[in-house]
């Protein structure tokens, strides 16, 4: 487990007021609606695409639910982030379709184009590398996904081509 | 106003205004404007053809078109009724897209690519929703149950349980408030049947729950879609949002007195929530981890309420049934598994996709009439059904029936109908190694068998495909796999060993030969081939050398390149990206 850091960054939602504003709509919307943690866990995830613990302690304040159980939602499922993201997801899809269709090599070359590992951002910020579970188009093996958009039959010789798109 | 043609204007092209203007005038003066609609459109497809028109109802396309040209096909073609051939659109000629398989009866997926799905209107033609009205009118919970028992349906989920006795259950329990459950958390990789029915026919779904819920008693439903179906998602908000406005979900529902909603919940990228007790825990707002059952979700479920949960493939099943009754479903299917299955084949196939076959139907005649073969006409060597807790089923099955049963007695299930397939350049140990990592990963970690036992056993494979493999790992496998088994909570756990043991049956022999020869028989397993170029057949063109992602291959242009096997991570690229076949595996 990466160790989260309890420093609150300048660029916080909890301390950015606009941010913060956000924050609070959503945390409005949502707090009376049953299974209302998830659900707000969701839509923060969506909006700032992570969820930081200095967010998570205002989260447990705001729902009146503890920390641990917070962190604990946030920990069990793969599409939480507790630290900032690149400004570009590339995705590579792991299914089984994608495995025995090249999913492998095509991560060997973008780890090699972007110089950083999966899992890892780029030192410019401007890509994080990961791999995903089947996003259901396996007819179309394999498949990286880059931001929302799903990009089928990829070729690793494209794969620097694929990125330029991408600023 | 009854137009006797229609001309579609791609407003895509910069001349598009000309071009308009040309259309009206020339209509005009032969007095045809209340004849002919000129519809505005966005493109007509490839931009290189700007500007241009579609006539109706004949279906021309004219293009790369002057305001003279539109004058004259109006003369031409709509005026006097001549095609004017030498500014139509040729087809350049393509591979005509194949015909739909015989072997096909599309019962789920009638609607998929004929109906909009963002209009219910769509669906309502359809027949759409008349089985909830019939229901609601004209039937009692018990009579619909009655009509599901005779239909035979069973769970697509993956089990198999029989879909009206699940309702029956939650029917009798008590409970102040009941619940219905979609199960849409779809997470089999290799498998995106609910995908297309969520994202095609949203509303066959959507009506199947109401039935359901009136059926149990339920006053509240809700979807449980993945978080990596953003489409799907959004297609089912629309979809509620217009069933809403058609009074088909909410209060009173067809003048009845039965009261019905839906609420989407998505999940956040947890495969254990596709189990049924994770899945509830997981609208609850926890971790997604199955729990003990019985109590069984219809006694207690969703935050301790009575609970029916079905598969987006059971619930859409649902109104055709109600509609042409029970019978025409169980005159489908073997006598067990009734009805038809969507499968999504995937894999080594020339045709990958989407289908949807009666049940008893031979893998034979999914791989190869459906399918359209192996790809590059290579051997078949097995098929993957059931997701990661499926199991692999070698040649000598390819004429066995699939039915919940059989599928099971070669140690594989249904599951919810992922089909991938492999041919003989696919390692057998190298998948079952894929899946052990998938599910050790997936693993919630409630049970420690499930936790640990599923960690050992990925060790022990990746030793054996890194060629560390022992003597005696084959029996450690086995045996920890029959642990597992026995020792979990619930279907992830009980079935991971699967693909393990199912491959250690049919292909002890590959096991073997990464263990004692150190070879890859399928030459897959990165740390035992060597990727070498042969010096009579390359050209020296550089492409292998430009490609690789190590820089591991020397050599100057025109001359044979040559591959350092201490630096080279075996990805295969040079492999790939030759022009002459030069690279081989050894």
């Given at each position: ?167 | ?403 919940y049963e059989t599928l099971g007695k070669v140690g594989s299930i249904m599951g919810s109908g992922g089909f991938v397939v492999m041919d003989e350049e696919t390692c057998m140990v190298d998948i079952a190694r894929f899946f052990m990592e998938f599910v050790q990963d ?8 499930c936790r640990v036992g599923t960690r050992r056993m990925l060790e022990i494979l990746t030793d054996i495909c890194e060629g560390r493999g022992k003597p005696g790992d084959i029996e450690r496998l086995e045996e920890l796999g029959e642990y597992i088994r026995k020792g979990s909570l619930c279907g992830l756990g009980q079935g991971a060993p699967n693909p393990v043991l199912s491959t250690i049956k049919y292909f002890r022999d590959e096991y073997e030969a990464h263990i004692y ?70």
């Open positions: 487990m990466n160790v989260v850091s309890t420093e609150i960054m300048p660029d916080d939602p909890v301390v950015v007021p606009e941010k913060k504003a956000h924050m609070d709509a959503i945390l409005d919307a949502n707090r009376d609606r049953p299974g209302a943690t998830m659900l707000v866990l969701t839509l923060l995830q969506e909006e700032f695409g992570y969820v930081s613990l200095p967010m998570q302690n205002y989260i447990s304040e705001q729902l009146k639910v503890p920390l641990s159980h917070i962190y604990g939602v946030l920990t069990f499922y793969s599409s939480f982030r507790m630290t900032p993201i690149g400004r570009h997801q590339v995705n590579v899809c792991m299914g089984t379709a994608c495995y025995v269709r090249g999913g492998p090599t095509v991560i060997d070359k973008l780890e090699q184009v972007l110089g950083v590992k999966v899992g890892e951002t780029t030192e410019d910020n401007r890509f994080t590398l990961d791999i995903c579970r089947c996003v259901g188009a396996c007819s179309q093996a394999p498949v990286v996904m880059i931001d929302d958009d799903v990009i089928g039959r990829v070729k690793p010789q494209d794969i620097a081509k694929l990125l330029r798109k991408y600023e | 106003m009854v137009y006797r043609a229609h001309v579609l204007l791609s407003s895509a092209a910069e001349q598009s205004g000309e071009i308009e203007q040309a259309l009206l005038d020339s209509l005009y003066n032969l007095n045809l404007q209340d004849e002919v609609q000129v519809l505005e459109v966005a493109t007509l497809g490839n931009p290189r053809l700007e500007p241009q028109i579609v006539v109706y109802p004949e279906g021309i396309q004219y293009v790369k078109l002057t305001p003279e040209n539109v004058q004259h096909i109006v003369e031409e073609h709509l005026y006097k009724g001549r095609l004017v051939e030498d500014l139509m659109y040729v087809e350049e000629p393509v591979e005509p897209l194949p015909a739909p398989s015989t072997k096909e009866i599309r019962v789920v997926l009638r609607n998929i690519g004929k109906i909009d799905p963002l209009n219910i209107e769509d669906y309502i033609a359809e027949n759409g929703y008349q089985a909830l009205a019939k229901a609601l009118t004209e039937m009692t919970p018990e009579e619909v149950m009655e009509e599901m028992k005779i239909s035979g349906l069973r769970g697509r989920g993956g089990a198999g349980f029989p879909t009206w006795l699940k309702w029956s259950f939650a029917q009798r329990a008590s409970g102040d408030a009941k619940y219905v459950i979609c199960n849409g958390d779809e997470g089999d990789p290799g498998a995106f049947m609910n995908r297309r029915v969520l994202e095609g026919d949203p509303h066959s779904v959507i009506e199947g729950m109401a039935i359901a819920a009136y059926v149990i008693g339920a006053e509240k439903g809700y979807f449980y879609v993945r978080a990596e179906y953003p489409i799907a998602i959004n297609t089912l908000r629309v979809a509620i949002e217009q069933a809403r406005e058609y009074g088909l979900l909410g209060e009173n529902i067809f003048g009845s007195g039965f009261d019905f909603d839906i609420e989407i919940r998505m999940g956040a990228g947890a495969f254990v929530c596709g189990e049924e007790t994770a899945l509830m825990h997981s609208i609850e707002g926890k971790r997604g981890m199955p729990r003990t059952r019985p109590p069984f979700p219809a006694q207690s479920g969703l935050w301790q309420k009575p609970t029916n949960i079905n598969n987006v493939e059971s619930y859409a099943n649902v109104p055709q049934i109600l509609l042409k009754g029970g019978e025409w479903f169980a005159s489908m299917g073997t006598e067990k598994s009734k009805g038809t299955k969507t499968f999504a084949i995937a894999g080594k196939v020339k045709r990958t996709g989407l289908v949807e076959v009666p049940l008893g139907i031979t893998i034979r005649e999914i791989v190869y009439d459906v399918g359209g073969g192996i790809l590059n006409d290579k051997k078949f060597k097995a098929v993957q059904t059931g997701g990661p807790m499926g199991g692999c089923i070698p040649e000598q099955y390819l004429d066995m029936p699939v039915d997936e693993s919630c970690g409630k049970c420690v068998p020869d150190k070879q890859c028989p399928a030459k897959v397993c990165r740390k035992l081939i060597e990727y070498k170029i042969d010096p009579d057949t390359c050209i020296g063109c550089t492409r292998c050398a430009r490609n690789c992602p190590v820089n591991c291959i020397s050599g100057e242009a025109k001359e044979v390149h040559v591959i350092n096997p201490d630096v080279c991570i075996r990805c295969g690229i040079c492999s790939q990206v030759c022009p002459v076949d030069a690279v081989h595996i050894y």
